[in-house]
């Protein structure tokens, strides 16, 4: 199809009404972001979108504008028509919906491909969110269940079907039927027309997190008008809060539905099967066969395109929890293990909420999102957190709550309701609940695995060179299964380095039944260059990976760091984890005796600044490095790398006094690498009863391989032995 532009420009005023939408934008927490935008088309357009708040007309047409410099025109409630709010929302391309010739007006502009147009299928907001009935799309509206409105389907073929007729007439030059056209849709020949055939573009708007509540909106109104109505009060308390809160509005649009394409097989049939019938009566015999058809097919990629995140995960799950209730660790690795699953239907767009840091929920740490979407639940009654339980009020969260009290009352079922759609991801949540505990222990741990060595290829295969890539024999996460009873140990390797440089030290462990899991750093054991981008985040969710892990398997875990992995141990130890007992730091990398280190971040700020101006000449991305073993360890130390290294230093300073549990610290007393009051250092500031620093006469840094080994091995046995 030829990408031909058709459409009209933005006007002055609606130009003007954008810089009001900016300066809104400017004072609003919200964050608006856009998926799909590959999906625009130059064709004349139909958006049909899904309608929860009154500002979604104004945003979603600057958003339209933005993304292709295009104006298109909507529909709104006529109520909203008056003063000057009626004034800006007609600067801005809306229209109310009882504008006297108002079909007329849509099929004409689409005809001719001068505006787009945004239509709400669903007629009203749907509070409730509550569109699926009988596992089909039904909307539960105020006073009745209905299906969606077959409106925006008869505009669209209305536009298609009577193009063409006004092409046939003007062929076979039919005065009257061309002059009712002119008068009609403001038409004044065949190169009015647009060249480019009609599509239908789904659209979803998501909103994250969806708290609401008093905001400075719905304070500064009540301070101004006294009693408000009631559904004006409930739209600022839910509108309000989700403008000036740190919320995210996520746009996504969905794949375009081709009108000609669409009809092409029922035009066929009536073409062959009664060809006897008018133009006009064959017109209106399609249109009732394929309205619903249409109806439904553009609205169930509507809400299939949700921006899946942690509140739709736990709501919906929440629902599902049988009556005795379930422990809240179990609880968590069923959200866990659906995240994993949802995030593997790839065609799924899936919110940060549910993206980032999950393995926080199973590693015995806290997860904002989650705690979020828990305390919701927890404030309208429908969760009762006790004693490590979870017992769910299900009459609350099944019975709906008044229409326009739905989203203040009981959000947390606005939530599930939402998530209704998503058949496969209900589906998901639905066999995980019902999983015995003992059995999610294993799945929770396999998965972890599996995502540890997935993210491990990823890297891999995003950085591979033949010759420099490291083997993924040395590069990959290792897990050596333990004994029944024994302890679990994480061993975290060093910067620059790779699991290969502990696999010695995991041997010697997992022969006397100890079950042992290597972690790799992210940007490690692949290339050196995947440290150009690495953040220290994702090296403490590395860790938290090997913890996840060994914490399923085992009652009692430690964990080993060597050099930089030893200051990552530390961190993670500051974290109070109940089923952690010890921590090992080995030659510690708290500070580090070469001067290049202490240059890194005026280097990445030089680096940047040479980006900033597209200049290559200057930049320094990494220095050359002789590593000891460079089967293990990288050849390169990228100044972006060596960066996160110093910030890991500084946020482990500032956890030392949080650590409270039995500590070794084993360190070389000639140390080329890390400076001997490293130690000195971690052993004073810790808060451990226990502990215990330990010096080895050695002259090199790697003492967890070869030379040195036997002794440091030593000392870690003792240590384990004693716990």
Not at 498 to 511: K, R, V, Y
Request: aromatic content about 8%.
């Amino acid at each position: 199809m030829p990408e031909e532009e058709t459409l009209a420009k933005a006007n002055r005023s609606f130009r003007f009404a954008g810089l009001i939408v900016s300066a809104i934008k400017k004072l609003s927490r919200s964050a608006v972001s856009v998926e799909g935008t590959e999906k625009l088309r130059a064709n004349p357009t139909l958006f049909v979108v899904n309608h929860f708040t009154r500002f979604e007309t104004g945003l979603l047409l600057h958003i339209l504008y933005k993304h292709n410099g295009q104006m298109a025109h909507s529909l709104a409630d006529s109520n909203l028509f008056k003063g000057k709010l009626g004034r800006y929302l007609e600067s801005v391309g809306a229209h109310p919906v009882d504008l006297p010739g108002r079909d007329a007006k849509i099929i004409s502009e689409l005809m001719k491909g001068s505006h787009n147009w945004v239509i709400f299928p669903e007629g009203s907001m749907i509070k409730n969110k509550k569109v699926m009935h009988d596992g089909r799309l039904q909307l539960q509206l105020e006073n009745r269940i209905s299906a969606p409105h077959t409106g925006a389907s008869i505009l669209a073929l209305k536009s298609y079907f009577l193009k063409e007729q006004y092409r046939r007439a003007i062929a076979s030059n039919n005065v009257q039927q061309i002059n009712q056209f002119h008068e009609t849709y403001s038409l004044h020949g065949p190169a009015d027309l647009a060249t480019l055939d009609l599509c239908i573009v789904p659209v979803n708007i998501t909103y994250y997190p969806l708290r609401p509540g008093k905001n400075l909106l719905s304070t500064g109104v009540q301070l101004l008008v006294k009693d408000l109505e009631p559904k004006l009060e409930e739209e600022l308390l839910v509108e309000g809060k989700l403008l000036l809160q740190e919320s995210d509005i996520s746009i996504s649009f969905g794949n375009p539905i081709d009108v000609r394409s669409f009809t092409k097989p029922y035009r066929r049939f009536f073409s062959v099967v009664l060809p006897f019938l008018s133009a006009s009566r064959k017109m209106d015999w399609m249109m009732k066969l394929m309205r619903h058809r249409l109806t439904s097919k553009f609205m169930q990629r509507v809400y299939t395109r949700l921006s899946i995140n942690m509140d739709h995960i736990v709501a919906t799950a929440l629902r599902y929890i049988p009556m005795p209730g379930i422990a809240e660790k179990n609880f968590k690795e069923i959200v866990y293990l659906a995240c994993l699953s949802i995030k593997k239907q790839n065609h799924r767009h899936v919110h940060w909420s549910i993206r980032d840091s999950i393995i926080n929920m199973v590693s015995d740490a806290d997860y904002a999102p989650y705690e979020s979407i828990m305390k919701l639940a927890s404030d309208e009654s429908i969760l009762l957190r006790q004693d490590g339980m979870l017992l769910v009020n299900h009459e609350r969260i099944q019975t709906p709550s008044p229409f326009h009290r739905m989203r203040l009352d009981n959000t947390t079922s606005v939530l599930a309701n939402e998530f209704e759609v998503m058949k496969q991801g209900v589906k998901i949540i639905k066999t995980l609940v019902k999983v015995p505990p003992k059995r999610l222990v294993s799945k929770v741990a396999s998965a972890v695995i599996e995502r540890d060595i997935s993210i491990f290829e990823q890297e891999r295969m995003r950085s591979y060179i033949e010759g420099e890539t490291k083997s993924r024999e040395v590069g990959k996460p290792q897990h050596f299964a333990g004994k029944n009873g024994k302890k679990g140990i994480v061993l975290v390797h060093g910067f620059l380095a790779s699991p290969g440089e502990l696999m010695q030290l995991a041997n010697h462990l997992h022969q006397q039944g100890y079950g042992v899991y290597i972690v790799r750093l992210a940007g490690h054991g692949t290339h050196a260059s995947e440290l150009q981008t690495v953040k220290l985040q994702c090296w403490l969710e590395s860790v938290k990976r090997g913890y996840a892990v060994l914490s399923h398997y085992h009652d009692k875990v430690i964990l080993a760091g060597f050099s930089a992995g030893a200051l990552l141990a530390l961190m993670e130890a500051s974290l109070d984890l109940p089923k952690l007992i010890g921590v090992i730091a080995i030659n510690p990398a708290l500070r580090l005796c070469q001067k290049t280190s202490k240059l890194s971040p005026m280097l990445e700020r030089w680096n940047r600044l040479l980006e900033g101006v597209s200049l290559e000449a200057g930049k320094l991305p990494y220095v050359e490095n002789q590593p000891q073993y460079p089967e293990t360890n990288y050849d390169k130390i990228y100044v972006a790398g060596l960066s996160q290294l110093l910030a890991l230093q500084g946020q482990c300073r500032e956890r030392l006094a949080q650590v409270n549990i039995p500590l070794l610290i084993i360190q070389s007393e000639q140390d080329p690498v890390v400076e001997r009051s490293s130690a000195n250092d971690i052993f004073t500031n810790v808060a451990s009863i226990y502990k215990s620093l330990e010096l080895l006469p050695f002259q090199h840094h790697v003492i967890v391989r070869d030379e040195g080994s036997k002794e440091t091995f030593q000392l870690i046995d003792q240590f384990v032995a004693s716990l």
